[in-house]
């Protein structure tokens, strides 16, 4: 009889805080296993408004160690991942009525003071009659700020930490539901929908929106519900502005969202704010979502957006701990974790909250509190080390992006130049992967729509857990954007066949 393969720690969920656990405790010599009922990021991860930034509007809630430790994490992360991570400046037009402007300077002046900020520029005034970012908006906003976050490819984020778990030895399994976890003799014995069995000394609760059907359904516990779901949801229209920066607006509702240049041809805008009862796989934009968007929007831009104008929406549901707020904006988003460790029995950690950009600080949090609960590693790295080692394809410096495009044409002659940015936006370095041995775009295999060719599609079914074409058109990239019906058929058709 096979005994089933003993982990120091099993984790449920393949978002962005399960994907950085996983590798931040593989990485320090624990032996892991992620389980991923759907494709890595299928959820929230993947429908965020993209941005790695300190969260100028949660000052408001006196949410200052959350600010400061977001702030702190947007230069680290550029820093491990300069190809899906980049700066980006962002402008805030003064609104006459709605916060003065005493309050807006001195936000920005926390903002640009409390978080070691060392190569991000800092926040500059703006006359809007006169500068480039007024051209677009109505001519009542004459003044405005500009300060500093980053983007990020969220989903890619999350795909890049799972890939360097298990580079450092985690087992990645998507598609796989764990059916039922129960402690046995001093180990979790986690069941698995594919039929294996596993043990493991320790389990995290990582399944974002569902981390307490987790806790009732798969655990069996009789804990309270402290998750509060609210939807944020994005609409995406044609590109609205001829330059490269983004807004970020305020609401005459006092909440504020952002209109970001996208995917080049694009804008995005969002997000909403609304709590949220039901299936968290089953959320989609509404109709009064799409209108509160656009009327926002058009309250600022000098040509009104209209729902008519929209080409794709997404929406996501937040897993935000219950604080209590009456409010769905101002619930807060800072991470709590709840450890359940009865003497002698193995630990439980439930992950409640978060946001992306601070993933990297809970998956640290998280382990600290683990890890008295598991053996002794012999780690092949200490605590702290996921802000200095990049993750896969990010081993160039944080400003070398336009430098690896070069190297990469010049390297392949025949690799046009938006080619060549896209790839390396998603790869990095790791784009020579793709390109092994080739030539030609010949070399690269049928091609498929949108610079998409066979040579990257089977990188991605084997580097990056793809297995249909929505994981690889709406989560690895956003191609999708770009493509008709019978492409994405004919490409879903092509990952069966590889």
């Not at 656990?21 to 009922?37: F, H, T, Y």
């Not at 359904?217 to 609210?230: I, K, S």
């Not at 969202?257 to 805008?269: C, G, K, S, V």
């Not at 009104?304 to 807060?332: E, F, N």
């Amino acid at each position: 009889m096979t005994h089933p393969t003993m982990f120091d720690l099993a984790i449920i969920g393949g978002g962005i805080n399960g994907a950085g656990i996983a590798r931040d405790a593989a990485g320090r010599g624990w032996s892991v296993l992620l389980a991923e009922k759907n494709d890595l990021a299928a959820a929230t991860s993947s429908a965020s408004t993209k941005l790695i930034h300190g969260g100028l509007r949660y000052l408001e809630y006196y949410e200052f160690r959350l600010v400061r430790e977001a702030l702190m994490e947007r230069e680290v992360l550029w820093g491990i991942a300069p190809h899906i991570i980049w700066p980006l400046r962002f402008v805030l037009p003064h609104h006459a009525g709605i916060r003065p402007a005493w309050l807006l300077r001195t936000g920005l002046f926390l903002y640009d003071h409390i978080g070691g900020r060392k190569y991000l520029p800092p926040t500059r005034t703006l006359d809007l009659r006169t500068d480039p970012a007024g051209a677009a908006l109505q001519p009542r906003f004459t003044r405005g700020f500009e300060y500093s976050d980053c983007w990020v490819e969220d989903s890619r984020l999350v795909v890049l930490n799972a890939r360097d778990a298990a580079l450092r030895g985690a087992e990645i399994l998507t598609r796989t539901a764990v059916t039922s976890a129960v402690r046995d003799n001093g180990a979790w014995t986690v069941s698995l929908d594919s039929g294996r069995t596993i043990r493991a000394r320790a389990l995290v609760n990582a399944a974002g929106p569902w981390v307490s059907d987790v806790l009732g359904t798969v655990l069996r516990a009789n804990a309270p519900a402290r998750v509060r779901l609210v939807k944020g949801s994005h609409i995406v229209v044609p590109r609205l502005v001829a330059h490269d920066r983004c807004y970020i607006f305020q609401n005459a509702d006092n909440r504020i969202f952002f209109a970001i240049p996208y995917e080049r041809d694009f804008t995005l805008i969002g997000t909403t704010d609304q709590d949220f009862q039901g299936d968290p796989a089953d959320v989609h934009i509404s109709e009064g979502e799409i209108a509160y968007l656009c009327a926002g929007a058009s309250d600022y831009f000098r040509r009104p957006v209209t729902p008519d104008q929209v080409v794709w929406t997404y929406s996501g549901v937040r897993p935000l701990y219950d604080d209590g707020a009456s409010a769905a904006q101002a619930a807060t988003r800072d991470y709590v974790l709840s450890l359940d460790a009865p003497a002698g029995q193995p630990a439980l950690l439930s992950i409640f909250g978060g946001k992306i950009t601070t993933y990297r600080r809970l998956a640290e949090a998280a382990l600290a509190k683990i890890a008295p609960h598991l053996p002794t590693p012999h780690p092949a790295q200490t605590e702290g080390w996921t802000a200095r080692a990049a993750l896969p394809g990010g081993d160039f410096p944080r400003d070398g992006y336009e430098a690896l495009v070069a190297e990469f044409r010049s390297r392949h002659g025949f690799l046009a130049e938006p080619l060549a940015r896209r790839l390396v936006r998603a790869y990095g370095t790791s784009t020579a992967a793709i390109l092994d041995g080739a030539t030609s775009l010949g070399d690269l295999g049928p091609a498929y729509g949108a610079g998409l060719t066979e040579a990257e599609l089977a990188y991605l079914k084997r580097e990056e857990y793809v297995t249909t074409a929505a994981d690889a058109l709406w989560r690895r990239s956003r191609l999708g954007l770009r493509l008709s019906p019978a492409e994405i058929e004919r490409i879903d058709r092509a990952l069966q066949r590889l």
